[in-house]
Structures are given as C-alpha cells and as structure tokens.
C-alpha cells in the first residue's frame, strides 16, 4: 500500500496497513470505537439498577436499550454516506462529543424522559461515528481487511465488556453517574489522541452517486450479508434486555451477572482477528451462518434454563462460537461493496443492525414481562434462524464468494487529502 505522492494530510479520516502509517491509525481508531462502546456496556449492567432505584418498568428499560438502536438506524443510512464524500473526520469528531452528552444524561438523569432523551443522543453519536471509522479500517486494509476488521471488532467488544467492569467498581462507591462520567472523560482523551497526527486517507466518493446507500441493498449478496449481519444484533438486543433483569429476577449474585459478561466478551476479544482473517480465507458467509445458527440454539437453551449459574456457564461455550465468527458479516458487507462506497455500505449494515436490535430489545423486554424467559428466549432463536437462512438464500451460490466487488477500487490508490 502506498501513498500518493505530493499529497497533502489531513488530521484523520483513514488508515492503511503499513507498519510506520497503517499501525497506528488502527490502533487508535480501534481505541475510540472502543470507547463508544464502554458506554453502552456500562449501561447494559445498570438497568437493573434504573428499574429499582427509579421505578422504571422491564417494558421501559427494553426501550432505553432499543431506542438508542432506532435513532442509530436512522443516523447510519443518512450520515453514513457522507463519509465517502470527505466528512469522515466531521462524523468521527462531532457524534463522539455527541455521545458524551448522552452518556452524562443518562447517569445524571433520574427519570425514564431524561435517561431515554440521553440513549437517543448517544446512539445518534455511535451511528454518526462508527461508518467513517469502519471505512478507514476497510479502505486502507488490502489483503489486510479480515484481520483489521476483526481488530476493530475485538475493540468494539473489549470496549463493551469494560463498561461492567467499570460500573462493578465504580457504581457502589460513587454512584450510577459515577460509570458514565468515567466513560465520557477517556472518550474525550481518545478524541485528542487520534487526531493529534496527520494520517493517510483514501480519495472521497466522487460527486453524483446516491445520496443514501440504500440502492447498495439491489445487490442480492450484499442484501444477503445485511440480513445475516442484522441477525446477530437482533440477538444481540435480545440478550442484552434479557441479561441483567433475568439475573435478578433468578437472584444471581451481582458480581457474577458482571463477571459473566466480562468472561463473555474474552474470546470475541481474543479470536477477532484470527475471526476476521478466517472470514476472508474461508468465506464470511460460511463462517457468519455457521456461528448464528450455533447462537440461536444458545439462545434456546437460555429460555429452558431456571438457574443463573446455569445460564452463566451456557454463555461461556456462547462466547466461543461468537468469537469465531461475529466479525464475519462485516467482512461479507466489505467484500461485496465498492470500495469506493464503504463508509455508506458499512453505515448501511450497522443501521439495520442497530434496526434489528432495536426492534427486538422492546419486544424481548415485553414477552419477558408478559409471557416469562421461555417465551422471550424462544422466540429471538427462531427468528435468529430464519434471517440466517434467509441471507443464504440471498446471497446464492455465486455471491458467497470472497472476491471483492467488481467495482472496487484497489486501496492502494489511496491518497492523503486535507
């Protein structure tokens, strides 16, 4: 990979794979999108704490989780494709300090208006910042892509398992503010860390293609991709409304509910880039499916389960097979776009990711309240199952190829601009 000579630099967009321009870059992109994700995971083990200090209903916290997905959905498909037109470094910058914002709504707020009004704002942020950190890893990666996916993703997971831990020390102490604040300040660190140097970025999208990257989903192995990707978040907002209030409600000690999700997200962190790397040598459909209709099955086993140690013990052989192949969909999504494309094709798998687990927190949270753990539980596998097998369908013989999209550019055009 290399640079265009005679160009000028920006503070940051992008990244590329080269050890004295590439290496750093994905690290600290990785370390911000970290960051992003600390927030919600902080959030995800206090809800708990929301519903007893604060009155708030199992229905509500289902929404004070999902409703942050639903504004991202939305966030993602309009601001996603203006990354691939120059404003990378913009979304980057400005939805983090929108995020911090809701973070510090959400700990100081002592309401279910307030604490909601918070969630929209932060995942308005992630939504606006998460597609231009994706195209930077995806464009400047070459026959790097897998593995700097699977970085990327391994940070996103380590920045989600360290919100419990944070919360478990800090929320005892200092309060339920106390994890968001914390959150909010590194985030803040990171911001200044990341653009503090001049980094390499891809050319912009040339003027005159669509505004929205919705038109990319025409493309039945892309369309394919979406679908199987959507399905892990749908489990993932299923699981995540689940986890904190069912460990209560089965008087699972505290500090093993946090452990559990710590413990949980170990392997994703581990295996991401070897993940990402067997995604894009083996087939990231092939890798995807495999690993999804393993979590529906997991995910059937937590609906028959009375006991949290149970519960607990069934996630960690979870977290192996997701570690191994929750990077995947991203890869498929990366290998059938044009390159020139990214940040709107990435942006349109993380908004109907984020549609996904939006839609299925309020109505897990729901059956949970309605019709008990068996109901809620059961019905988020089957329905894991089916968008599984109906990207494969999609997608076809032909698309579940690993060749980049024909119109791709080669990343090694890639050029410094201002």
């Known amino acids: 990979m290399s640079e265009s000579s005679g160009a000028p630099a920006c503070d940051a967009d992008d990244t590329n794979s080269e050890p004295t321009a590439g290496t750093t870059p994905v690290v600290g992109f990785a370390i911000l999108s970290a960051c992003l994700t600390a927030g919600y995971g902080a959030l995800f083990t206090i809800v708990g704490d929301f519903r007893d200090n604060y009155g708030i209903s199992e229905s509500t916290i289902g929404w004070i989780i999902g409703l942050g997905f639903i504004v991202a959905f939305f966030t993602q498909i309009g601001l996603g494709p203006l990354g691939d037109r120059g404003f990378a470094k913009q979304l980057v910058i400005g939805g983090a300090l929108i995020n911090?914002?809701?973070?510090?709504?959400?700990?100081?707020?002592?309401?279910?208006?307030?604490?909601?009004?918070?969630?929209?704002l932060s995942g308005f942020g992630v939504g606006a910042a998460t597609p231009a950190i994706k195209r930077a890893v995806v464009i400047g990666s070459g026959d790097n892509l897998g593995r700097n996916l699977g970085r990327l993703f391994s940070a996103d997971v380590f920045?989600?398992?360290?919100?419990?831990?944070?919360?478990?020390?800090?929320?005892?102490?200092?309060?339920?503010?106390?994890?968001?604040?914390?959150?909010?300040?590194?985030?803040?660190?990171?911001?200044?860390?990341?653009?503090?140097?001049?980094?390499?970025?891809?050319?912009?999208?040339?003027?005159?293609?669509?505004?929205?990257?919705?038109?990319l989903l025409r493309s039945r192995p892309f369309a394919g991709a979406v679908l199987i990707g959507s399905?892990?978040?749908?489990?993932?907002?299923?699981?995540?409304?689940?986890?904190?209030?069912v460990h209560t409600d089965l008087d699972t000690p505290n500090w093993i509910a946090n452990l559990g999700i710590a413990l949980f997200a170990i392997p994703l962190v581990i295996m991401g880039p070897v993940a990402g790397k067997l995604a894009q040598r083996r087939g990231p459909f092939l890798v995807a499916s495999v690993g999804l209709f393993a979590a529906s099955i997991f995910m059937g086993i937590y609906g028959a389960l009375a006991s949290g140690l149970a519960i607990f013990a069934v996630s960690m052989a979870h977290a192996c097979?997701?570690?191994?192949?929750?990077?995947?969909?991203?890869?498929?999504?990366?290998?059938?776009?044009?390159?020139s494309r990214q940040s709107g094709a990435q942006g349109v798998l993380g908004a109907m990711q984020a549609l996904a687990a939006g839609i299925m927190a309020p109505i897990t949270g729901w059956l949970y309240q309605?019709?008990?753990?068996?109901?809620?539980?059961?019905?988020?596998?089957?329905?894991i199952a089916a968008m599984v097998a109906g990207g494969l369908l999609l997608a076809g013989p032909d698309g579940?190829?690993?060749?980049?999209?024909?119109?791709?550019?080669?990343?090694?055009?890639?050029?410094?601009?201002?």
């Open 159 to 215: 920045g989600f398992a360290m919100g419990p831990v944070i919360s478990a020390v800090l929320v005892g102490p200092f309060g339920l503010a106390a994890p968001f604040v914390v959150v909010s300040a590194v985030t803040a660190i990171a911001l200044v860390v990341v653009f503090s140097r001049p980094i390499a970025v891809p050319p912009a999208e040339p003027d005159g293609t669509p505004r929205f990257a919705i038109d």
């Open 100 to 120: 911090i914002i809701g973070l510090l709504m959400m700990g100081f707020g002592t309401t279910a208006t307030v604490i909601l009004l918070g969630r929209v």
């Open 370 to 383: 309605s019709h008990g753990q068996r109901a809620a539980y059961w019905t988020a596998a089957v329905i």
């Open 231 to 245: 399905s892990a978040f749908l489990m993932i907002g299923a699981f995540d409304s689940l986890w904190d209030v």
């Open 400 to 418: 579940r190829r690993t060749a980049r999209a024909s119109g791709a550019a080669d990343s090694s055009t890639a050029a410094t601009v201002a």
């Open 321 to 339: 097979t997701d570690g191994l192949t929750f990077a995947a969909s991203g890869v498929a999504v990366a290998l059938t776009a044009p390159e």
